[in-house]
Protein backbone atom coordinates (compact mmCIF):
# COMPACT_ATOMS: atom_id res chain seq x y z
CA UNK A 1 0.00 0.00 0.00
CA UNK A 2 1.27 3.53 -0.83
CA UNK A 3 2.25 5.90 1.90
CA UNK A 4 1.08 8.97 -0.42
CA UNK A 5 -2.07 7.54 -0.93
CA UNK A 6 -2.03 7.92 -5.30
CA UNK A 7 -4.84 5.12 -6.39
CA UNK A 8 -6.65 4.84 -3.11
CA UNK A 9 -10.21 4.99 -3.97
CA UNK A 10 -12.42 6.86 -1.67
CA UNK A 11 -15.76 7.62 -2.75
CA UNK A 12 -17.78 5.46 -5.33
CA UNK A 13 -21.23 5.90 -7.41
CA UNK A 14 -23.10 4.03 -9.39
CA UNK A 15 -25.49 5.04 -12.64
CA UNK A 16 -27.54 2.02 -12.70
CA UNK A 17 -29.29 3.72 -15.71
CA UNK A 18 -26.17 4.88 -17.60
CA UNK A 19 -24.40 1.52 -16.76
CA UNK A 20 -21.89 3.22 -15.31
CA UNK A 21 -19.15 2.99 -12.03
CA UNK A 22 -17.94 6.40 -10.78
CA UNK A 23 -14.88 6.81 -7.96
CA UNK A 24 -12.42 8.91 -6.86
CA UNK A 25 -8.13 8.46 -6.60
CA UNK A 26 -7.37 10.28 -4.09
CA UNK A 27 -3.75 11.81 -4.21
CA UNK A 28 -1.70 14.53 -2.31
CA UNK A 29 -0.26 17.65 -4.61
CA UNK A 30 -2.86 18.05 -6.88
CA UNK A 31 -3.07 14.21 -8.05
CA UNK A 32 -5.93 13.26 -7.21
CA UNK A 33 -8.78 12.23 -10.36
CA UNK A 34 -12.31 11.31 -10.37
CA UNK A 35 -12.87 8.14 -13.20
CA UNK A 36 -15.34 6.32 -14.44
CA UNK A 37 -15.56 2.67 -15.73
CA UNK A 38 -18.64 0.99 -17.86
CA UNK A 39 -20.12 -1.34 -15.22
CA UNK A 40 -20.38 -4.40 -17.60
CA UNK A 41 -16.73 -5.47 -18.94
CA UNK A 42 -16.63 -7.04 -22.20
CA UNK A 43 -15.89 -11.19 -22.39
CA UNK A 44 -12.62 -10.32 -24.04
CA UNK A 45 -11.52 -7.93 -21.51
CA UNK A 46 -10.12 -8.25 -17.93
CA UNK A 47 -10.59 -6.02 -15.05
CA UNK A 48 -7.21 -5.35 -15.85
CA UNK A 49 -7.11 -4.94 -19.22
CA UNK A 50 -10.58 -3.60 -19.61
CA UNK A 51 -10.66 -0.14 -21.98
CA UNK A 52 -13.79 1.37 -20.56
CA UNK A 53 -12.09 4.01 -18.03
CA UNK A 54 -11.97 7.45 -18.41
CA UNK A 55 -10.84 10.23 -16.58
CA UNK A 56 -13.18 12.47 -16.29
CA UNK A 57 -11.06 15.40 -13.92
CA UNK A 58 -7.36 15.77 -13.07
CA UNK A 59 -4.91 17.59 -11.20
CA UNK A 60 -7.31 17.98 -8.14
CA UNK A 61 -6.22 18.98 -4.78
CA UNK A 62 -7.18 15.27 -2.78
CA UNK A 63 -10.70 14.03 -3.52
CA UNK A 64 -12.54 12.02 -0.80
CA UNK A 65 -16.04 11.80 -1.63
CA UNK A 66 -18.65 12.76 -4.15
CA UNK A 67 -22.40 12.77 -5.51
CA UNK A 68 -23.58 11.95 -8.79
CA UNK A 69 -26.80 13.63 -9.88
CA UNK A 70 -28.52 11.24 -12.61
CA UNK A 71 -31.22 13.31 -13.50
CA UNK A 72 -29.26 16.34 -14.44
CA UNK A 73 -25.66 14.15 -14.66
CA UNK A 74 -24.18 16.76 -12.11
CA UNK A 75 -21.06 15.70 -9.99
CA UNK A 76 -20.47 17.08 -7.20
CA UNK A 77 -17.25 16.29 -4.77
CA UNK A 78 -15.35 17.54 -2.05
CA UNK A 79 -11.61 18.05 -2.00
CA UNK A 80 -9.72 17.66 1.16
CA UNK A 81 -6.13 19.93 1.20
CA UNK A 82 -4.54 23.08 1.76
CA UNK A 83 -5.74 26.10 0.92
CA UNK A 84 -6.29 27.91 -1.44
CA UNK A 85 -7.70 24.61 -3.64
CA UNK A 86 -8.16 22.27 -0.69
CA UNK A 87 -11.02 22.18 1.37
CA UNK A 88 -13.56 22.88 -1.71
CA UNK A 89 -16.99 21.63 -2.74
CA UNK A 90 -16.73 21.36 -6.39
Known amino acids: ER ?8 GVSVSTTRGLLYWTQKAK ?3 GRILRA ?3 IPPTQTPASRTS ?4 YANLPEP ?8 ST ?3 WTDRGDPPLGNTLS
Open 3 to 10: EDGIGHCV
Open 29 to 31: AHQ
Open 38 to 40: NID
Open 53 to 56: IRTL
Open 64 to 71: IDFDLNAA
Open 74 to 76: TLY
